[in-house]
């Protein structure tokens, strides 16, 4: 073992670098064979002294060094001797195996997979997985047919993500085919994962082939969602048209103002059971109320159609969800909006509350009500009013007379009109009680 060391230490001399982290051990193995040679030593020998100084557990030192030199030198009954030695050996005994080809690599995978009773220690089996990706990098394939990369998704992502130009269709595909989020997550660290889905979402409306069991339609909806995936809006909406709960979800993740003119251009053909768009307009008020604000209250042609389509629909889902409350007090507030919107607005937010029962869901909104009970015209300062009153904020002290219109019981659309009767009234007699 001494000479062998000695021959060690001779062909490390002879080449540049430290066989323990190198890929390939040609250019050691001939220095290695030169050293040998010179010594009288033939290669069997070398390759014995080898596995003699692997077996010694007092040899880790240099137990790398024999590890690089086997590699792929060894034969069948050496596969067990560089697994056993792998504590000691580290990268370079993981390496060597790899140089064994499918039979190593699998033998790595086995480990790296390996839990519980039996399995080698963590630092040993991360170490295999980094060795495992190194080889992958380097332009050879760790992945084999026979490898079953359900037994460690996050490291057959990471291999299958340095495959290339395909590696996101890959990773999309099995995420596809088997539901873990992981290969979900992975494809959207790739690179072209839109080109992979755009190719994906192509295909299944190409098919038309979903129904309300479609696994793979639902993955596809999620991984929309997932990544924001603008060009998913024709292909979402026709899920959502199919009564796929996802498809809201997805809906609402996509950017822009583009889903909210689909959605309402399929509510208007009538494309949606109700249940699902009132669900859908109940997720844009809790989850993307600036872009519903931004929708009903744009300018443009067809402004006022958007304005008056918003907040029908926004009535309908008001009970029960505080985001599209506030949504209609915002809209109410809004200058934007033609009065008759924004008093149907305001009267529509505090809907079905007795005076003071509201519970209070836009405390930063009530000095814009309360300004908007000193302004013109007097149906706006009046539903501006009854606002305040029902949810029981604090606003100037009205007049007997409009205390008393305030007071009557009655829907909300017949007490407005008569409290903008008492608003008219004090206004002409120069009172201005507001």
């Known amino acids: 073992r001494i ?15 430290d066989p323990r982290l190198d890929g390939e051990s040609e250019e050691w193995m001939a220095a290695l064979a030169a050293a040998a040679l010179s010594e009288g030593h033939s290669q069997s020998t ?25 590699g792929r030198r060894a034969d069948l009954r050496d596969r067990r001797l560089l697994t056993d030695s792998l504590p000691a050996t580290g990268a370079a005994g993981a390496l060597a195996l790899c140089e064994r080809g499918s039979v190593g690599v699998e033998l790595l995978w086995k480990i790296a997979a390996s839990k519980g009773e039996g399995a080698l220690p963590l630092e040993t089996r991360t170490m295999v997985e980094r060795a495992l990706v190194q080889w992958n990098s380097e332009g050879r394939d760790a992945l084999t047919d026979s490898l079953d990369l359900s037994l460690n998704v996050p490291l057959a992502a990471t291999l299958l993500a340095q495959s290339g130009p395909g590696a996101a269709k890959e990773l999309l595909a099995r995420y596809l085919e088997r539901g873990d989020v992981r ?62 709960e996802a498809a809201a979800a997805a809906l609402v993740a996509l950017p822009g103002e583009e889903p909210l003119v689909a959605l309402m251009g399929a509510a208007q053909a009538g494309r949606l ?71 149907r607005a305001l009267l529509l937010a505090v809907d079905g509350y007795s ?8 405390r930063d909104l009530v000095p814009d009500l309360r300004a908007l009970t000193q302004e013109d015209p007097s149906t706006l300062a009046a539903a501006a009013w009854i606002a305040l009153w029902q949810l029981g904020e604090e606003h100037p002290s009205p007049e007997d007379s409009l205390a008393s219109a305030l007071a009557r019981p009655g829907p909300l659309t017949v007490r407005h009109l008569r409290v903008a009767r008492e608003v008219r009234r004090a206004r002409a007699s120069g009172s201005r009680p507001l």
């Open 3 to 17: 000479q062998f060391e000695r021959l060690l230490d001779v062909a490390s001399e002879a080449c540049s670098f």
């Open 355 to 362: 005076s003071g029962s509201a519970p209070s869901v836009a």
């Open 46 to 70: 070398v390759l014995r002294s080898a596995r003699e100084l692997l077996r010694e557990e007092s040899s880790s030192v240099n137990a790398p060094f024999a590890a690089r030199i086997l």
């Open 273 to 343: 059971q109700p249940e699902w768009e009132d669900f859908v307009w109940g997720l844009f008020a809790e989850r993307r109320s600036e872009s519903l604000f931004a929708f009903a209250s744009g300018a443009g042609a067809g402004a006022a159609d958007r304005a008056a389509f918003t907040l029908s629909r926004l009535a309908l889902v008001v009970a029960g969800n505080p985001a599209a409350r506030r949504s209609l007090l915002r809209l109410g507030i809004c200058p934007e909006l033609l009065t008759e919107h924004r008093v």
């Open 183 to 244: 290969w979900r997550d992975a494809w959207l660290a790739a690179p072209l994962h839109e080109d992979a889905l755009g190719e994906a979402l192509g295909d299944a409306l190409r098919r038309r082939t979903r129904g309300k069991g479609d696994l793979r339609t639902q993955r596809l909806l999620m991984a929309v969602e997932e990544a924001a995936f603008v060009p998913g809006l024709e292909f979402t909406m026709a899920a959502l048209s199919s009564d796929y």
